[in-house]
């Protein structure tokens, strides 16, 4: 059942779905995010682009001084038995 589900999610994930809001962030994250971004709605994956590029220069910077910043998962404490 695992295989079939990362193979459904792998599918998905390579189909390109390209829509004019994806075109429009894209353009803005690469001309250097100047004036306001396109408007997205907060449940769309465009504004989760928008807020990933507001943020990186602050992950960047706590990447800087903790490289454990960019963890997906905090690391369990090892114990001793």
């Given at each position: 059942m695992i295989g079939w589900a990362?193979?459904?999610?792998m599918e998905m994930?390579?189909?390109p779905q390209t829509t004019a809001e994806d075109a429009a962030v894209t353009a803005w994250i690469e001309g250097?995010?100047?004036g306001a971004p396109p408007p997205a709605a907060?449940?769309?994956s465009?504004?989760?682009?928008i807020m990933r590029a507001y943020l990186e220069?602050?992950?960047a910077q706590a990447s800087a001084a903790d490289a454990t910043t960019m963890?997906?998962?905090g690391k369990l404490p090892t114990s001793a038995t």
């Open positions: 990362g193979a459904v999610m994930r390579s189909t250097g995010m100047k907060p449940s769309t465009e504004f989760l682009r220069p602050a992950r963890r997906r998962y």
